[in-house]
């Protein structure tokens, strides 16, 4: 029966968010028949609102951003802390200030908070072991919201004596009254991101919690005080800037999270023991966190549940393991063993595939075009080519009328080299996709791509 109320409660959160919109906005979103999946609202002074979904994202109408739509907003929510971050009592929306050199507001995001139930079950054998763990991911994937429902079920699932850090007021939203998506949990709120750490050692200090519940470790007093409260026997639910384990593990700040790496020198005999070099890295302690989560998406995790003996295998260069844990259509989760790669040997993978890649890659050399615009219409027209300053290994050269007309020594040896010259009448971004479409036309065009395969072809033969 409470959780019915709680769905019910956050099913009327979005009213909430969208209620502070100047109503020509509003309606908008709400002609949009997938807004229940709306992720963020951006609104940049003088320019088009512009809303974002989980895959796509879309501009709204056809009249800019003023200044009055700003203070509207501004005018119906809290203030801005020292993060420039405000919200929606009694609502888990969080809205973000951008400002100019003299600090007034010019624009905002919008960022909608929801607690979305199950999102646990993925972890929960994790949660319930008392280990403590630390979810990673890119931001949007679900870390803060899982991160909420952990102190849920911590704090009335499982009777904890719970206390949810909460710096931005991101898990337990706006006001002094915690949002009920956490639970019976406990908020210490943080008055400026500076001071979370000291906050996360008082709350040990003075409330006597069975369970932290932490967002955003992103400094090395951060890290520190995590050790601490690990260390007191208290367990620790967090997260932390990172995608992967092994990106933490290359972070200096927050690598002690998972032990600390340090650089030892081995003896002849031991080197060669090991198959290794003399100088190698070693974990410097016992990690922090018992268990990190990589989130992949909302549905889907990547778990190493013993850390020590991931970080281990990852610095000697071993095959990592892990669980890789997804909820399928019934909401069930399935799990399946996971061996992941070193970073050796994914760099190997990478720098083959990146080799293969550049094989299939049409050659350009430019002169007079500019370089960072061409790169950039590639990108968007999703064409495989790379720019070289290599002419003996050009596809094509690339090049402006201006500078075609002065006839210089580079034009002149492409010509003598038989090399095909393409010319824009300007660096235009226009021209340039324009040419792409040219050389690298549709499929059904199939003597055009004849001919770019005898380019890439004839370019091999030369140069192997």
Same mark, same amino acid.
């Given at each position: ?25 509003? *309606?908008? $979103?709400?002609? !949009?028949? %997938? ?6 609202i ?16 879309? +501009?709204?109408?056809? #009249? ?28 888990? &929306? ?20 929801r ?33 909420? #429902? ?18 931005? %007021? ?8 915690p ?10 709120? @943080? ?15 003075? &409330?006597?919690?069975?369970? $932290? $519940?932490?967002?955003?470790i ?15 026997g ?10 992967? =384990? ?7 700040t927050?690598?002690? =999270? ?32 018992d268990?990190?989560?990589? $989130? =992949? ?21 071993? /095959? ?8 399928? #259509? ?5 799990? !399946? ?7 050796? %040997? ?11 890649a550049? *094989? ?15 790169? !950039?219409?590639? !990108?968007e ?29 580079? +034009?002149?040896?492409? #010509? ?6 393409? @010319?824009?009448?300007?660096?235009s +971004? ?19 791509? &004849? ?10 033969? /030369?140069?192997?």
């Amino acid at each position: 029966m409470v959780k019915t109320d709680l769905q019910r409660v956050v099913a009327d959160d979005l009213d909430e968010l969208l209620g502070i919109l100047p109503s020509r906005i509003c *309606e908008l $979103i709400y002609q !949009k028949t %997938n807004y229940n999946e709306l992720l963020e609202i951006v609104m940049d002074l003088g320019r088009l609102p512009e809303v974002r979904f989980l895959h796509q994202e879309f +501009i709204l109408g056809s #009249e800019e951003i003023t200044s009055a739509d700003i203070d509207y907003i501004v005018s119906r929510i809290s203030q801005f802390s020292g993060d420039n971050r405000a919200g929606i009592e009694r609502t888990l &929306h969080r809205i973000s200030a951008m400002r100019n050199r003299s600090g007034r507001i010019i624009g905002l995001t919008c960022r909608v908070g929801r607690a979305v139930f199950g999102t646990v079950k993925i972890i929960l054998d994790l949660v319930e072991s008392g280990q403590s763990v630390l979810l990673l991911g890119c931001p949007g994937v679900g870390k803060t919201t899982m991160l909420r #429902e952990v102190a849920r079920v911590l704090a009335d699932d499982l009777k904890k004596r719970v206390i949810v850090i909460d710096t931005s %007021n991101e898990i337990a939203g706006d006001g002094d009254i915690p949002h009920p998506a956490i639970g019976h949990a406990r908020r210490m709120q @943080v008055a400026t991101p500076a001071m979370q750490h000291a906050v996360m050692i008082e709350a040990v200090e003075n &409330h006597m919690p069975e369970a $932290i $519940i932490i967002d955003e470790i992103g400094t090395e007093l951060e890290a520190q005080a995590a050790r601490t409260i690990a260390e007191r026997g208290v367990q620790l639910v967090g997260t932390a800037h990172g995608n992967t =384990l092994e990106n933490l593990i290359m972070n200096p700040t927050l690598s002690d =999270l998972i032990g600390g790496i340090q650089t030892v020198t081995l003896g002849d005999e031991e080197a060669k023991r090991r198959h290794t070099q003399k100088s190698i890295l070693e974990r410097k302690a016992p990690p922090t966190f018992d268990a990190v989560v990589e $989130i =992949l998406d909302y549905n889907k995790v990547v778990v190493h549940p013993n850390v020590v003996s991931a970080v281990d295998a990852i610095l000697h260069h071993q /095959s990592v393991p892990g669980e890789l844990r997804w909820l399928d #259509e019934a909401g069930e989760v399935q799990v !399946k063993e996971l061996t992941t790669l070193h970073e050796g %040997n994914r760099q190997e993978n990478d720098d083959r595939e990146a080799k293969e890649a550049d *094989e299939e890659a049409l050659h350009i050399y430019i002169f007079g075009v500019n370089r960072s615009l061409l790169q !950039k219409c590639a !990108k968007e027209e999703k064409r495989n080519l790379r720019i070289i300053d290599d002419l003996k290994q050009a596809d094509i050269f690339l090049t402006t009328r201006s500078y075609y007309r002065k006839k210089s020594q580079r +034009i002149r040896d492409a #010509e003598m080299t038989g090399t095909s010259i393409y @010319v824009l009448r300007n660096n235009s +971004i226009s021209q340039m996709k324009q040419c792409l479409g040219v050389v690298f036309p549709p499929d059904s065009e199939s003597g055009y791509i &004849h001919r770019l395969q005898n380019l890439i072809a004839k370019r091999r033969e /030369s140069v192997y």
